[in-house]
């Protein structure tokens, strides 16, 4: 008997770790350790020879969709993130986006309405009025970015749970996805939708949301990193298809959380 041919590995190393670790978050690094951020590892796990470009992001789909799958099943959906004192605020607290400050996005707020749609009962628009008239929740909870700084602020809004339930939500549908003023677009799985530290914030700090902050409104995730936290929230839909996201449709993990 032949024994089996080897598989090829001939692509760069040191790229492919880089590929790698930027696909692994957090949690799932943790369960499979370093061992699998190596040639023999990654093959073995791949099932297929590491030869060329397609080959190595069909494997790295391939994990990204297994990390989602991890984390999804890692989360606990009454478990609370830490919060902190005013005093322990990041002061100034820092400005991230896809673009620069210059840029940032200004969105009228007396022209502004929110659309909601997808699989809920009432399908209309709200203004920010309405959306301020609202019970009303704050938390100083920290920002992680997935560039691997972090920062405390202070959110206050609606929480979400209770904003899908006005709306007549279907809570068992498996998304919730969002459209921003900045051409962004993002969406979440329905247990962080309904965990009770996911606002709909309005204000930042006690002042009303400034536009570098996401002006008029902002979901705030402190289970998820922050690129899964969108800004200048334009419209909402709860669906059963998937929405994908900005950055997870450039290679990112979508689930982006724990």
């Known amino acids: 008997m032949n024994p089996k041919p080897s598989r090829r590995i001939a692509v760069d190393?040191?790229?492919l770790i880089i590929d790698v670790r930027r696909q692994l978050d957090a949690p799932s690094r943790r369960l499979f350790g370093k061992r699998i951020l190596t040639l023999?590892?990654?093959a073995m796990l791949s099932g297929c020879s590491l030869s060329d470009n397609a080959s190595v992001e069909?494997?790295?789909s391939r994990v990204s969709r297994m990390n989602d799958k991890v984390q999804a099943w890692l989360f606990d959906p009454n478990r609370l993130a830490p919060t902190y004192t005013k005093a322990q605020i990041t002061r100034p607290f820092p400005f991230n986006a896809f673009y620069g400050i210059d840029e940032v996005t200004v969105v009228n707020g007396d022209d502004f309405r929110l659309k909601v749609g997808g699989l809920v009962r009432e399908k209309k628009s709200w203004t920010l009025d309405e959306l301020y008239a609202l019970p009303k929740a704050e938390q100083i909870t920290?920002?992680?970015?997935v560039e691997g700084w972090s920062a405390i602020g202070r959110w206050g809004g609606t929480p979400f749970a209770g904003f899908l339930q006005r709306i007549g939500a279907d809570t068992t549908a498996k998304y919730v996805g969002f459209r921003c003023a900045d051409d962004y677009y993002e969406s979440i799985d329905m247990a962080t939708a309904?965990?009770?530290?996911?606002?709909?914030?309005f204000t930042y700090d006690g002042e009303r949301?400034?536009?570098k902050y996401g002006f008029p409104m902002k979901l705030r995730m402190?289970?998820?990193l922050g690129y899964k936290n969108p800004k200048h929230i334009m419209e909402l839909f709860v669906t059963n298809t998937y929405p994908g996201g900005y950055w997870e449709d450039q290679g990112y993990n979508w689930f982006g959380g724990s």
Do not use: D, V, Y
């Open 194 to 201: 309904l965990h009770p530290q996911t606002l709909l914030t």
């Open 222 to 224: 402190p289970t998820k």
């Open 13 to 15: 190393r040191e790229s």
């Open 40 to 42: 023999g590892g990654l």
């Open 58 to 60: 069909a494997f790295l």
């Open 209 to 211: 949301l400034p536009p």
């Open 142 to 145: 920290r920002h992680i970015c």
